[in-house]
Each structure stands twice: as structure tokens, then as C-alpha cells.
């Protein structure tokens, strides 16, 4: 936890670690919930980030190797929404639109069965269909390389299964 007085409370929780490696995808899970249908929101801040400045949440995750992700990339202007197997990501949809450094950002990934709906700031921003990964999964937080990311208002609705 870092004090931020921009934050919920004054503080949020931050990836800080400047280690440049392109392929490192630090995770902080949340163990208490494991969901297949779900709906995930979270407030995020770019800090810095020389290689990256992206940050964003995962659901379905069956271990760290294993999982979906929707993140927001500053340095890109894109938001991308992947599927990691075995550790290799795969794009499943992106959009590019602005993304500005140390500005809050909303994240919402809405996932009913093998449909993924993504929004950033309130717009929706697309829908895709994966079948991949159909079990309950564990939800995090998740960053990429040397990004210095912070993360407040983490938002969990347990949806309906069919």
C-alpha cells in the first residue's frame, strides 16, 4: 500500500518493482473469490514505466500460467483483453483509444459463460466470445514489466450461472 491522496481512503495498492524484463507479468490475486461469471471493476493509475505502463485485472485464473486478462496500456493507447495459456499470451480483442499517465482509469471485464464484454471509463468498448477457460478461476490484479502501477476500488459481482 502507498499513500495516495487521489485514492480511496488515501492509498492504493501498487506494483512498483522497476525490473525491465519484457516477458514478467506480476499478479496479485485475490483468494477469496473463485468465479466462472463475473463481473470485475477496477480503478487503476499509470505511474511510470520506461518498456510498459500497463495495468489491468484478470478473472478465471486457474494458477499464474493460466488465465484472462483486460489491461490498459498508457505508453500503447490501447486496451487489449488476452487469454494466457501455458504462459503465452493471445489476443483476443483490442481497441486503441487515449490512455493518460497518472490519470484514474475504470476497468470493467463482464464474463457470462464464454462471453467477455470490456469497458474503460464507463464505455463499452467491445464484446468477444473464447471458450478456452470455462471453469471458476480466482481474480486479481495484474501488470506487465517495469510498469508502476496503482489499483483502487476493486468491484466483484458474482453473476448467474446457466
Same mark, same amino acid.
Given at each position: 500500500m502507498v499513500r495516495d491522496e487521489? *485514492?480511496?481512503g488515501e492509498r492504493a495498492i501498487e506494483q512498483?518493482?522497476?525490473d525491465s524484463t519484457d516477458y514478467r507479468f506480476p499478479l496479485a490475486i485475490y483468494k477469496p473469490v473463485s468465479a466462472s461469471?463475473?463481473?470485475v471493476s477496477i480503478r487503476f493509475k499509470a505511474i *511510470?514505466?520506461?518498456n510498459d505502463r500497463a495495468g489491468g485485472l484478470?478473472?478465471?485464473a486457474l494458477d499464474p500460467e493460466r488465465y484472462y486478462v483486460l489491461r490498459a496500456n498508457a505508453l500503447e493507447n490501447n486496451?487489449?483483453?488476452y487469454r494466457v495459456m501455458n504462459s503465452s499470451r493471445e489476443l483476443i480483442e483490442s481497441t486503441n483509444l487515449k490512455v493518460p499517465s497518472n490519470e484514474w482509469h475504470t476497468l470493467v471485464l463482464r464474463a457470462e459463460a464464454d462471453r467477455f464484454t470490456a469497458s474503460f471509463n464507463g464505455q463499452q468498448l467491445f464484446t468477444a466470445t473464447d471458450r478456452t477457460i470455462?471453469?471458476?478461476g480466482r481474480i486479481g490484479l495484474w501488470t506487465k514489466s517495469d510498469s508502476v502501477i496503482r489499483f483502487d476500488r476493486m468491484a466483484i459481482q458474482l453473476l448467474?450461472?446457466?
Open positions: 487521489t *485514492a480511496s512498483s518493482s522497476a461469471n463475473v463481473a *511510470a514505466g520506461r484478470i478473472i478465471r486496451v487489449r483483453f470455462t471453469r471458476a448467474p450461472t446457466s
